[in-house]
């Protein structure tokens, strides 16, 4: 299998939460919301419009009363270490970078009703088991969702796009109900 140029990879990391800051957009930057037959495309920001206009795929997507948000790498920046503690640091700016993306569709972790994760259980960019990597993401992932249970896939694979991703999680969430 031919490896992905690196070039590609870098462009695509806007949208991971590889080099992603503490706040991905700023707090100023509107969400753009384009209008579509079932639902809209939802840019939470300038980087996830610009990933938009080159690649040609939404950072989130209502369909109904459904809201899917795209993968979000999880992965190690060059200077971070590898082991269990710098990992679920990396797993909080992931996880900061999916609320920016349910808050610019107006939801929150409690609507989310599906969890797709895509693990590399083993790789140069995190030194600890299979066990440790999902223990760690579990309590990561109960620190901001600590509303009703999703369902939830896990899965391992060998590598994700960008060569430091160490997990992808994409989500789907239901709009609420509304009240009457």
Known sequence: MSRIPQSLCALMLPLAAIGADEHPNSPDAAAIHI?????????????????????????????GDLVFVSG?????????????????????????????CLKAAGLSFDDVVMINSFHVWQGPN?????ADQFKAFEE????????????????????LLPDAGIVEVQMIAQTPAKRG
């Open 126 to 130: 995190f030194s600890g088991s299979r």
């Open 140 to 159: 990561v992932k109960e620190e901001f969702m600590k509303g009703p249970k999703p369902a939830w896939t896990a899965v391992g694979t060998t590598s």
């Open 72 to 100: 979000v790498v999880i992965g190690r920046r060059p200077e971070e270490g590898t082991d269990v503690a710098v990992f679920k640091d990396q797993v909080r700016r992931g996880f900061r970078r999916i609320e920016n």
């Open 35 to 63: 209008p579509t037959p079932s639902g809209e495309v939802i840019l939470p920001g300038p980087r996830e419009k610009a990933a938009y206009d080159e690649y040609g795929y939404a950072a989130v997507r209502r369909a």
